[in-house]
């Protein structure tokens, strides 16, 4: 089981830009961790989307993300997301 953090859209380009550094700086701890698998926006901008290897993870994430805490994504959500093709 994987669990899945998806972001709505962002409430601005330039805020993003703004607080981007310290969100990758964020994201890039879940990384080196081993607990966030992928992470990427959508190519039409509607929002983004992170796989995380537990519910533990994605809640952590989330709780302190920039991005969240300064109100640049609109909206979040978690959810369980069952993987077919991995091999665990």
């Known amino acids: 089981m994987k669990y899945v953090v ?3 859209p962002a409430s601005s380009r330039e805020a993003a830009q703004t607080h981007f550094p ?3 700086a964020r994201y890039a701890e879940f990384v080196d961790e081993g607990t966030l698998l992928m992470i990427g926006t959508f190519t039409d901008m509607s929002g983004a989307i992170g796989v995380f290897t537990s519910r533990e993870a994605a809640e952590e994430f989330v709780k302190d ?3 969240v805490l300064e109100g640049v994504v609109t909206s979040h959500t978690i959810r369980e997301w069952n993987e077919v093709l ?3």
Do not use: N
């Open 6 to 8: 998806e972001y709505g």
């Open 22 to 24: 310290a969100h990758r």
């Open 65 to 67: 993300d920039p991005f």
């Open 86 to 88: 991995s091999e665990s």
